[in-house]
């Protein structure tokens, strides 16, 4: 595996169920993001973390539950999510952070439909 | 203030035409601006990014325009190809932090 992985790539949930979803990132880099994407809307930062440290936390809803175990991995724990959560969920890693040039890789997405 | 304005929301450009993407700010600390691209089934990929030192930067046939004094920047694609059909963001961050600000996209299709 290269780059930045993410599974599941889709989820089906209901507003009850507790699911997560997993990030993992093969560059060696030091700083790991959840972004949210939906349609027509700006891609909304959720949460970052720097060398497994949570520095970031956008007044994301605390239905949504990250963790970092190491600097490879992150996870989004999600529960008792409504229907308008439902979007691309987007994990990015970054070698330098804290400064602006600092270029970000995507993963490719884990499609979320909350029913 | 933290705001990046995109336009257009979609674009059409026949095969061989230039692609033009214009974005706006209003944080005069922003100092770095991104442009993203992203495939269907993908996540977005750096495309080409300039600092405000410069007033244009060119890669192949992307180029960004940059204007300081109007707080504007702008993607051309030259000889738009089918290939670069995708949706292109805009971004800005200041330089104490790697927060990116997007704007919200422009699906560019480009027809033989």
């Known amino acids: 595996e290269t780059g930045v992985t993410q599974t599941p790539r889709h989820l089906v949930m209901g507003m009850t169920n507790k699911k997560s979803l997993k990030c993992e990132q093969h560059?060696?880099?030091?700083?790991m993001y959840w972004y949210k994407q939906s349609a027509k809307k700006p891609l909304e930062l959720m949460f970052v973390?720097?060398?497994?440290?949570?520095?970031e936390n956008n007044s994301v809803p605390s239905r949504f539950s990250p963790e970092c175990p190491n600097s490879s991995h992150l996870f989004l724990h999600l529960h008792t999510l409504q229907p308008e959560d439902s979007a691309l969920y987007l994990c990015?890693?970054?070698?330098?952070?804290?400064?602006?040039?600092?270029?970000?890789?995507f993963g490719p997405g884990t499609r979320l439909t909350v029913l | 203030q933290q705001q990046v304005k995109q336009s257009p929301q979609s674009l059409i450009v026949q095969k061989g035409g230039i692609s033009i993407i214009n974005c706006a700010y209003e944080?005069?600390?922003?100092?770095?601006f991104p442009w993203y691209q992203q495939f269907p089934g993908k996540g977005p990929a750096l495309l080409i990014a300039?600092?405000?030192?410069?007033s244009e930067k060119k890669e192949g046939r992307f180029t960004i325009s940059f204007n300081k004094s109007a707080k504007q920047f702008s993607l051309h694609i030259m000889d738009s190809q089918p290939g670069d059909s995708a949706t292109y963001f805009c971004?800005?961050?200041?330089?104490?932090?790697?927060?990116?600000?997007f704007g919200t996209g422009t699906r560019l299709q480009v027809f033989p």
């Open positions: 944080n005069t600390a922003f100092d770095y």
């Open positions: 971004a800005a961050s200041m330089g104490n932090t790697d927060k990116l600000i």
């Open positions: 560059l060696g880099h030091n700083a």
């Open positions: 990015a890693s970054s070698q330098d952070p804290g400064i602006s040039y600092n270029e970000q890789f």
């Open positions: 300039i600092r405000p030192d410069v």
């Open positions: 973390y720097s060398l497994e440290e949570r520095v």
